[in-house]
């Protein structure tokens, strides 16, 4: 149990981590490329964009298929991009195998579980709420929660522990790119990378404390991280 060692609570990140989303990404990005007579762009394309919230996987898909967006027009294009995604963003979007058991089992754990993501706060709760993901989670942290901060940086995951009521010892972070390892980085947060997510290259250069294959190995690991 929680009490008995020293981690306390995990902090998920939403994309590529707890639920595979790039299929609803990738239709809505698809929507707003075509009203700018822009090509599509692939699933395989759109996965590597995702990461750094709306605005930047807005601007890489037109880097992608045209001429980069001009001076001034990215924010009325990352909110054309949001109408089209927010009322479908868990229309084609699913858990990765094992989270939500996973969840249930750290959750009657006695752990606090919380999502922090760059993600839009609304679709993120349309997604956890439309997966039963949300009734397990304590606290959630989207990219427009903060103003102004997103991952990496630390206070993102920090906020999230401050509501908790714990301190970065207490914590690990389940994440699945350099912005996840980064922000746990900067908070002094152990940081656990999950292989089969949205990374840009090997799991193994990430540099976090433990990967894992499958949700299946997360309970063990953090359990033997909270021992050591």
């Known amino acids: 149990m929680p009490s008995e060692h020293k981690i306390k609570a995990i902090l998920f990140d939403l994309d590529g981590t707890l639920v595979d ?71 084609l979007t699913v858990p990765f195998p094992g989270a939500l058991e996973c969840l249930e089992h750290l959750k009657e754990q006695g752990y606090a579980l919380g999502v922090c993501t760059n993600k839009p706060y609304g679709a993120t709760m349309e997604i956890l709420g439309s997966l039963g993901l949300s009734q397990y989670l304590s606290v959630i942290i989207g990219g427009d929660t903060l103003p102004g901060i997103k991952k990496p940086d630390p206070r993102h995951l920090l906020a999230a522990l401050d509501k908790l009521g714990l301190s970065a010892d207490q914590a690990v972070m389940v994440g699945d790119n350099a912005n996840d390892v980064n922000a746990a980085r900067g908070g002094s947060i152990a940081v656990i990378v999950c292989r089969f997510g949205y990374t840009k290259g090997p799991a193994e250069d990430l540099g976090g404390d433990r990967i894992i294959d499958h949700f299946d190995e997360l309970a063990d690991v953090i359990t033997a991280m909270s021992s050591s």
């Open 21 to 91: 989303s790039a299929p609803d990404l990738h239709a809505a990005a698809n929507k707003l490329l075509a009203q700018e007579n822009r090509r599509d762009v692939s699933l395989d394309e759109i996965t590597m964009m995702i990461g750094d919230g709306v605005p930047k996987l807005v601007e890489r898909s037109f880097e992608a298929t045209g001429d980069p967006i001009e001076e001034g027009d990215l924010d009325v294009l990352a909110k054309r991009y949001l109408e089209f995604y927010e009322p479908h963003s868990a229309d």
